[in-house]
C-alpha cells in the first residue's frame, strides 16, 4: 500500500484550493471588468462600507455594554437611562445599516447575475454552440460525458447560486476579518494574564481569552472540515440529478401525444421514478452528512456562549472586575469567536458553493473547448456564401459520426441555379448529416462547401416558438417585417387556410399542430420568405399524395422564379417526379474508406 507523504499531501491540497481561486476570479473578474464595471464596482464599495459600518456599530454596543451593565450593578439609575436613550439611537443608527447592506447585496446579485445570463446566453447561442455541445455530449468511446450535462441549469440555476454565494460569502468573511480585528485588541485588554505555575516554573500568558478563542476554533475548524467535506461532491451531484429528473419531465411533456398515443406512461413512470429516486437517494445520504455537521456546529456553538463565563469567573468572583467587564468580556468574545468560526458556521455554504462553481467552470472549459475545436475545424473545412443565387459546390468533403466513423469521404458535388436534386439512401446512410453539412452546422466535416445566398432548410422536425401564429410562422424574422396579407397567403398556400384567421392566437403550435400541419406551416414559411434556394428534409412525409403533390408544384415554382434550385430528402417514389437530378447514397463493403458513397444519376 503506498501512502502519501504528509507534506506532499499539504502540498496537493494547496495547489488545489490555489487552483480553485484562480478559477473563481476568472468566472468572477469579467464582470467586474465589463461595460457594467463602474456601477459594479460603485456597489460593491457600497457594500463594503455598509459591512464596514456594521462592525464598528457592534464596536460602539460592546461599549455599552460595560457601561450599562456596571450601571445595573451600581445601580445607577440617571446613567440606566441614559444608556437606553443611548441605545435606541445606536439600535436605530444599525437597522438603517442593516437595511440598506441587505437591499444593496441583492441589488448587486441581480445585475450580477443578469450580466452573467446574457453573457453566457450569447456564447451558448453562437456559432451553434448549443447545438454542437449536444452533438459532443458523449465522447467517441460513447461512455463517459464529454461536456457538461444540462446547459439549461447551469445558465439558470448555477449562475443564480454562484452569484449569490460568491457575494454573500465573501462579504461574510470580510465582516469576520473586519469583526475579529476589531474585538481582538478589546479582548486582550480585558482578558489580563493567565498566570500558572508547571514544573517549578511560572507562566504567565497574557491575552489569555483571545488565545483561548483562537484555540477553540481552530480545532472546531478542522473537525468541521473533515466531517463536511463530502458535502462538496454530493452537493455537485445533487444539482446535476435534479437537472437530469427535471429534463426529462420536460420531455414528457413535449412528447406528450406521443406518449399517450404508444400508450408508454407505465415506461415514463419507471424512468420518471428512477430519476427521482436517483435524487432523494443522493439528498438523503447528503442530508446525513448536514446532520453530522449541525450536530458539531451546534455543540460547538452552544459550548461558545458558556466558554467566556467560565474562563472569566474567576476573575470576577474573585473582585478583578465587575459585571459590566464580564459582559463586554463575554461579547468580545462572541465576537471573535463568531469571527473565528466563520469556517465552521458557513461549511454547508461553502461546500454548495464549491460546487457550483465546478460546475460553472466546466461550463466555462467547455466553450473554450468548443472554440478551439472551432478553430481547428475551420482551418481545414472552408464554407463560403457568395452574394448571388450561383451554384452549391463541394470539394473533398468529408462527413463523420460523433463517433468517429466515416460516413462519406471525398465528396465532389454540384447543383446549379434551376436544378431540382432528389437525395436517396437508406436510413442512417447520412442524408441528413450531409443536409447539416451543406448548412455549415456539422462539426465532424472537412473539406469545402460552397453554399448560395439566400438559403432555407427545412429540417425534419420544424420547430415552432410557444406564442402567436404570426411568430411561428415568420420565425425567426419579427412578425413585423410582412404584412397580415402575406402571412394569411402564405398559409393558404401551404393548404392551411383554417389558421388564416389565427394569426394573433397563441400556443405551443409544436404541440397543438398535427404532423402533417406542422410540415405545412414550415412550407409556408418558405412561400412566405420566397428564398432562392430550398434544402427539404423529409419536408411532406407526413401528407397525403395530393397534398405533396401540390405542395411540391409550389415549391418548385417558387425557386425558379427565384432563380434558384430546390434539393430535398425523401423516400416516397412519387417525390422523385418533381426533381431531374438524383444523389444517391450505397453502402460500400466492409473495410472501404467511408460507409457509404453517393452515386449521381439524371432522369
Keep these: 500500500m503506498v501512502t502519501t507523504p504528509p507534506a506532499a499531501a499539504v502540498s496537493g491540497k494547496f495547489a488545489a484550493f490555489k487552483d480553485f481561486c484562480r478559477k473563481t476570479w476568472a468566472l468572477t473578474r469579467p464582470y467586474f471588468q465589463s ?32 457601561v450599562f451593565y456596571d450601571a445595573v450593578q451600581e445601580k445607577n439609575q440617571p446613567v440606566f437611562w441614559e444608556q437606553l436613550g443611548r441605545f435606541t439611537y445606536l439600535a436605530f443608527a444599525f437597522i438603517i445599516i442593516a437595511v440598506y447592506r441587505f437591499y444593496l447585496t441583492q441589488l448587486l446579485e441581480i445585475r450580477w447575475r443578469a450580466w452573467m445570463t446574457a453573457h453566457y446566453l450569447q456564447r451558448w447561442l453562437a456559432n451553434h454552440a448549443f447545438y454542437q455541445m449536444e ?29 449569490t454565494y460568491t457575494i454573500s460569502l465573501s462579504m461574510g468573511l470580510l465582516n469576520a476579518v473586519v469583526t475579529l480585528l476589531s474585538f481582538v485588541g478589546i479582548l486582550w485588554s480585558l482578558s489580563g494574564p493567565f498566570a500558572f505555575t508547571l514544573g517549578g516554573n511560572s507562566f504567565n500568558i497574557p491575552g489569555f481569552m483571545v488565545w483561548m478563542a483562537v484555540l477553540y476554533c481552530t ?15 454530493l452537493n455537485f451531484l445533487q444539482q446535476r440529478y435534479e437537472a437530469d429528473f427535471r429534463h426529462h419531465l420536460m420531455r414528457v411533456r413535449e412528447y406528450s401525444e406521443s406518449i399517450a398515443l404508444d400508450k ?30 449541525i ?68 461550463f466555462e472549459d467547455s466553450f473554450r473547448a468548443l472554440a478551439h475545436a472551432q478553430q481547428e475545424q475551420a482551418a481545414i473545412n472552408s464554407v463560403a ?75 425534419q422536425r420544424p420547430y415552432f416558438p410557444n406564442g402567436s401564429l404570426r411568430d411561428a410562422l415568420a420565425y425567426p424574422q419579427p412578425a413585423g417585417s410582412y404584412s397580415d396579407k402575406a402571412l ?40 412566405l420568405k420566397k428564398p432562392s434556394w430550398v434544402f427539404a428534409d423529409e419536408a411532406t412525409s407526413a401528407l397525403d399524395e395530393a397534398a405533396e403533390k401540390t405542395l411540391y408544384e409550389r415549391l418548385v415554382a417558387q425557386v425558379r422564379q427565384a432563380g434558384g ?39
Design 135 to 163: 452533438l459532443a455530449r458523449y465522447a467517441a468511446s460513447g461512455a463517459q460525458p464529454a461536456t457538461p450535462d444540462n446547459p439549461d441549469q447551469r445558465i439558470q440555476e448555477d449562475l443564480n447560486l454562484f452569484t
Design 35 to 66: 461595460e457594467e464595471k463602474w456601477k459594479a464596482r460603485g456597489l460593491l464599495l457600497a457594500i463594503v462600507l455598509l459591512n464596514l459600518a456594521a462592525v464598528y456599530m457592534l464596536v460602539l454596543l460592546n461599549e455599552w455594554n460595560r
Design 385 to 459: 456564401v457568395r452574394t448571388s443565387s450561383g451554384s452549391l459546390d463541394t470539394q473533398d468533403l468529408t462527413l463523420a459520426l460523433p463517433t468517429g466513423s466515416v460516413l462519406l469521404a471525398g465528396l465532389t458535388l454540384h447543383a446549379e441555379a434551376g436544378d431540382t436534386v432528389l437525395i436517396k439512401g437508406p436510413s442512417g446512410s447520412g442524408k441528413s448529416t450531409l443536409f447539416r453539412a451543406l448548412a455549415g452546422i456539422w462539426p465532424f466535416s472537412r473539406g469545402r462547401t460552397v453554399l448560395p445566398a439566400n438559403t432555407m432548410f427545412i429540417p
Design 295 to 362: 450536530w458539531f456546529t451546534n455543540f460547538f456553538g452552544q459550548a461558545a456562549v458558556v466558554f467566556p463565563f467560565i474562563v472569566a469567573a474567576p476573575r470576577f468572583f474573585g473582585g478583578a472586575i465587575q459585571l459590566g467587564q464580564l459582559m463586554q468580556i463575554a461579547s468580545a468574545f462572541g465576537r471573535v469567536q463568531d469571527s473565528l468560526s466563520w469556517f465552521v458556521d458557513n461549511y454547508s455554504s461553502l461546500a454548495a458553493w464549491r460546487a457550483t462553481t465546478d460546475r460553472l467552470t466546466s
Design 488 to 527: 394569411r397567403q402564405a398559409l393558404h398556400d401551404a393548404l392551411l387556410p383554417q389558421l388564416r384567421d389565427r394569426l394573433d392566437d397563441e400556443d405551443a403550435w409544436s404541440q397543438k399542430l398535427s404532423g402533417g400541419e406542422q410540415q405545412r406551416l414550415a412550407i409556408a414559411r418558405v412561400l
Design 219 to 233: 480545532v472546531g475548524s478542522i473537525i468541521t472540515h473533515y466531517i463536511g467535506r463530502p458535502q462538496i461532491r
Design 565 to 603: 434550385a430546390l434539393v430535398s430528402i425523401a423516400h416516397r417514389p412519387a417525390v422523385a417526379a418533381f426533381h431531374d437530378k438524383q444523389w444517391e447514397l450505397e453502402k460500400l463493403p466492409e473495410g472501404a474508406p467511408a460507409l457509404y458513397e453517393l452515386r449521381e444519376t439524371r432522369r
Design 264 to 293: 408508454g406512461e407505465a415506461v415514463e413512470r419507471v424512468q420518471l421514478d428512477s430519476r427521482f429516486s436517483t435524487v432523494l437517494t443522493n439528498y438523503l445520504t447528503l442530508i446525513k452528512k448536514q446532520k453530522n455537521l
